[in-house]
């Protein structure tokens, strides 16, 4: 069974930095494709980063480009989200994503399996 397991949202002010963790329960995700979401209240979910098999291939929602940086480190099955600069407008519950290919994908609809999900809180 897939799990992803997210971890280290939290509350801080703006400008602060926070690193998020997804936990894979698979080796299989190894080879796959990995992203990171988040919901706002109110709206949709939406696109902040993914990453390739292997890390060395990355895209990122305009938004976030030169303040969040995804990596992962495949021998402890895990996906990081680094968040610098924070802004209020960061304000949401970021998800962990993972797909059947090796490739990053920016849409939802290209992702089979999903965490929980962790609340970031940025205050102004």
């Known amino acids: 069974q897939v799990q992803l397991v997210e971890s280290g949202g939290g509350l801080v002010q703006a400008g602060a930095s926070l690193r998020l963790s997804c936990v894979y329960s698979?080796?299989?995700?190894?080879?796959?494709?990995m992203g990171w979401f988040r919901q706002a209240p109110e709206k949709d979910r939406e696109f902040v980063a993914a990453a390739n098999w292997d890390g060395r291939s990355t895209m990122y929602a305009e938004s976030v480009k030169g303040r969040f940086t995804i990596s992962r480190d495949n021998a402890k099955t895990t996906v990081y989200l680094q968040m610098n600069s924070l802004e209020p407008e960061d304000t949401a519950v970021y998800y962990c994503?993972?797909?059947?290919?090796?490739?990053?994908?920016?849409?939802?609809?290209?992702?089979?399996?999903w965490g929980q999900g962790t609340q970031v809180t940025v205050s102004s």
């Open positions: 994503a993972a797909r059947g290919g090796p490739l990053a994908k920016p849409a939802e609809s290209d992702y089979d399996y």
């Open positions: 698979t080796r299989l995700l190894d080879n796959a494709g």
